[in-house]
């Protein structure tokens, strides 16, 4: 997190909280439960390491997210998705050119962020202030557990969080399939290959059509014959694909709901901007506010929710990405404190700490085991093997 956190031309510079701290605990635990190590702490570059991102300040490091300041604070604004341009026309009242910044970022001084939070929310824009929670949130740990070779597991998931969670899941002998539907197919499939073939590697894909009756009775069958959901939609979505995710937890299913800010709140968001706007953000001299690490919301989501996934018991476990953030940060008290910065040391980067300097890593990559699926690569065999009506 440190090599991507700060200027691009200054020295890295070391975030607030434990994040780094977190996810190694969040990977141990799930090591003890299912004999598959990792560094939780790496995990959180992994994807850096495979795109080549670097720290861009007030840009984030994939550069679809930026900090701008508002009229009594600072906000993270994300245009990753081909209608975010629109929606952020409609979010300022004007229509925007092929450079969407001068025009968001001036009706932002304008404008607080409790305005942002509520015409986002409205508009569906993924974006908020940058808020410090006074009191973090503690995160639940489900308190058995269960093995999880040869579980089911059914991903509805997308982009990093779910399928990290997913891929956890796969490594510790899970069956997984990814579902996907024909006009929303996972955006990933369109980011870094290498990236996209280590989380899915080895699972198999399904692509149903909730448009139609057929489609819709399929997804519920696959449901139904899941141990383990993972799916990443607001429940106003889910009902429209005709799931029901309290009546699977009745009949046994573990349910692992993820969403930017809990499932009762109507607002969407993206690793990046939900980190930010949680207060996980560095601090330059003066107090503004820089990007720490890369989407870190989605890796520390995605442990979380594997963690969870292993409980012993049918739950439906309602995972906020803002929350998994705001539990590794500690209470806001006073004026933020400037991030001390990394120094230049034997060709590299060194962070002075009370037992000595502690070398700055660099992001590392893992290689996939195997080949990742094309789009519904395995609908029929899937749906034969267990038994459901191919649409």
Same mark, same amino acid.
């Given at each position: ?65 930026r900090l701008l300041p508002t009229a009594d604070g600072w906000a993270a604004v994300s245009c990753a998705r081909p209608d975010d341009p629109a929606l952020l026309g409609a979010l300022v009242g004007a229509a925007l050119g092929d450079d969407p910044w001068p ?164 607002? $969407?968001?993206?690793? @990046?901007? /939900? *980190? =930010?706007?949680?207060?996980?953000? +560095?601090? !330059? #001299?003066?107090?503004? &506010? ?28 309602? $995972?906020?990405?803002? @929350?998994? /953030? *705001? =539990?590794?940060?500690?209470?806001? +008290?006073? !004026? #933020?404190?400037?991030? &001390? ?49 191919? &649409?």
């Amino acid at each position: 997190m440190v090599a991507l956190t700060g200027w691009a031309d200054g020295p890295p510079l070391v975030p607030p909280g434990r994040a780094a701290t977190a996810a190694r605990e969040l990977a141990d635990l799930f090591a003890a439960r299912t004999g598959v190590r990792l560094d939780g702490a790496r995990l959180l570059s992994e994807r850096a390491a495979f795109t080549g991102h670097r720290r861009r300040g007030e840009f984030s490091a994939g550069g679809s997210c930026r900090l701008l300041p508002t009229a009594d604070g600072w906000a993270a604004v994300s245009c990753a998705r081909p209608d975010d341009p629109a929606l952020l026309g409609a979010l300022v009242g004007a229509a925007l050119g092929d450079d969407p910044w001068p025009a968001v970022a001036g009706w932002l001084r304008g404008h607080t962020g409790a305005e942002l939070a509520e015409r986002a929310a409205l508009l569906g824009v993924a974006a908020g202030p940058v808020r410090h929670r006074r009191t973090p949130p503690s995160l639940p740990r489900p308190p058995a557990h269960r093995p999880v070779r040869d579980l089911l597991v059914v991903d509805f998931s997308a982009l990093w969080a779910g399928p990290l969670c997913a891929h956890l899941l796969g490594l510790a002998g899970a069956r997984v399939v990814k579902v996907e539907t024909p006009g929303r197919p996972d955006g990933a499939r369109r980011g870094n290959p290498g990236f996209y073939r280590l989380l899915h590697a080895g699972h198999r894909s399904v692509v149903l059509d909730p448009g139609t009756a057929a489609g819709r009775a399929a997804m519920a069958a696959l449901v139904g014959a899941a141990d383990i959901v993972i799916e990443a939609s607001r429940p106003r979505a889910l009902a429209r694909f005709g799931l029901d995710a309290e009546a699977a937890v009745a009949a046994g299913t573990t349910w692992i709901s993820i969403t930017a800010y809990g499932r009762g709140a109507d607002r $969407v968001g993206f690793g @990046d901007d /939900v *980190a =930010a706007a949680s207060g996980l953000v +560095a601090r !330059a #001299p003066g107090g503004a &506010p820089l990007f720490c690490g890369d989407a870190i919301a989605d890796p520390l989501t995605g442990l979380t929710a594997a963690v969870l996934a292993t409980g012993g018991e049918s739950a439906l476990w309602d $995972v906020s990405m803002s @929350d998994v /953030v *705001a =539990a590794t940060l500690p209470p806001a +008290a006073g !004026a #933020p404190a400037t991030s &001390p910065p990394a120094r230049a040391a034997g060709g590299g980067w060194v962070v002075d700490t009370g037992a000595g300097p502690v070398p700055v890593a660099v992001p590392r990559r893992r290689e996939a085991a195997g080949r990742a699926a094309g789009a519904g690569e395995h609908t029929g065999r899937v749906l034969r093997e267990l038994g459901i009506a191919a &649409p």
